[in-house]
């Protein structure tokens, strides 16, 4: 028989306890759906499924810990370590927890990215969607310097405004980049409308929950992750179009994936004529949809980076070895994963061809793209 947690006065049990155990147990099984198909599995991922839920998990119980927070600021959701959900090497992410409040103000300057945007998010659900809000720089009104002012209110209020209510749980800014070297990213904050009180501390109660909600949505990111790397890699090497990418998707983008698997000394030849549209990009991810080393490996390409052909085609090459060709994709030595393009504010999205050929073929087309593209 279990006995009960300890109590701090002999006769209520410390919730905070019993919720540190339910995570604990939750995690192990989170964990079983890493460990428990690791035959066949290369141990490269295995390793990263554990980091994957590490990731999930300081991001996430650190979101639970503001939910009752009466000051929300944005924090980085992604850094070039703690990645998840097909994070894309070319976009920040600003998170701010909503739900301690019901009115908030977003006020910043628009900076010259090539785009930025402000996305209400509701809790996920048990089919790992939520439902969204979204407000881009398309529809957002700026002065002459750039600056502007967002209003996340239940009710609609004139100007820039965003429905937050209580369903709500965090508002995500985004800005993409084709070259951060010569982009000047906006500057923003966030604050309370109403009249804010100094934030309670994290009690027994407050820990537990944030500990329970935390531990649901581990599981329920593992769960879905492995799902999807079992469904494509039924289908490797052809690309197919998503109608939606992760919890945290953008409805500005359009998502074409790919799952590719390739032996030693092979190659994934991809071309495509990206579409009209204010960014694309291509990048490798891991299993687990974290995406690969691009602070010290090209794992990634944009418009303004990749080198496309007179007729504005690209030809993108996946390996393990630099093949000496335009537009290589290091694959970091993952010998599987995911391919992923994303065609954002497109006038239509377009479907790129696959070829798995040896690395040897690949002389044929040294030198069949020609110059750098400009971003479409």
Not at 11 to 31: N, Q, Y
Not at 61 to 75: D, I, K, N, T
Not at 264 to 282: F, H, K, N, S, T
Not at 324 to 337: C, K, Q, Y
Request: glycine letters at 10%; proline letters at 7%.
């Amino acid at each position: 028989m279990t006995e009960p947690p300890p109590t701090t006065d002999g006769s209520r049990p410390i919730e905070s306890i019993a919720a540190w155990r339910e995570l604990l147990d939750t995690l192990a099984e989170a964990g079983e759906m890493v460990a428990g198909p690791a035959d066949g599995m290369p141990a490269i991922d295995v390793a990263e499924g554990f980091g994957y839920l590490l990731n999930v998990l300081t991001d996430q119980f650190e979101r639970a810990s503001l939910r009752r927070s009466r000051h929300p600021v944005f924090l980085p959701g992604i850094t070039p370590v703690r990645k998840f959900f097909f994070d894309n090497p070319d976009t920040d992410y600003d998170i701010a927890v909503l739900g301690g409040a019901s009115r908030y103000r977003i006020r910043g300057n628009r900076g010259t990215s090539a785009y930025l945007a402000f996305c209400v998010y509701s809790a996920m659900g048990r089919d790992g969607t939520t439902r969204l809000v979204n407000l881009s720089d398309r529809d957002i009104r700026f002065s002459p310097g750039g600056d502007f002012e967002v209003i996340l209110s239940p009710e609609e209020v004139p100007g820039d405004w965003l429905r937050a209510d209580a369903g709500s749980r965090a508002v995500i800014a985004r800005q993409y980049f084709l070259d951060r070297d010569a982009e000047v990213p906006a500057r923003y904050r966030i604050e309370a409308l109403d009249e804010p009180a100094p934030d309670p501390p994290l009690d027994d109660h407050g820990f537990a929950r944030a500990a329970r909600t935390t531990a649901r949505f581990v599981k329920a990111a593992a769960s879905l992750a492995a799902q999807r790397a079992d469904g494509m890699s039924a289908t490797p090497n052809r690309f197919v179009a998503t109608g939606e990418h992760g919890p945290y998707r953008t409805p500005d983008n359009d998502y074409v994936v790919c799952w590719y698997s390739l032996d030693e000394g092979e190659a994934l030849v991809i071309d495509v004529r990206p579409p009209e549209c204010r960014y694309w990009g291509v990048h490798l991810a891991n299993r687990w949809g974290q995406s690969l080393d691009h602070r010290t490996r090209r794992t990634s390409l944009n418009a303004r980076t990749a080198a496309s052909g007179p007729e504005g085609n690209v030809r993108v090459v996946v390996s393990g070895t630099d093949p000496g060709v335009p537009n290589w994709l290091d694959t970091a030595g993952h010998s599987e994963g995911w391919v992923l393009f994303r065609w954002l504010l497109a006038d239509a999205p377009v479907m790129p061809t696959a070829e798995r050929v040896g690395l040897a073929a690949l002389r044929d087309v040294r030198g069949a793209v020609q110059h750098t593209g400009s971003a479409g």
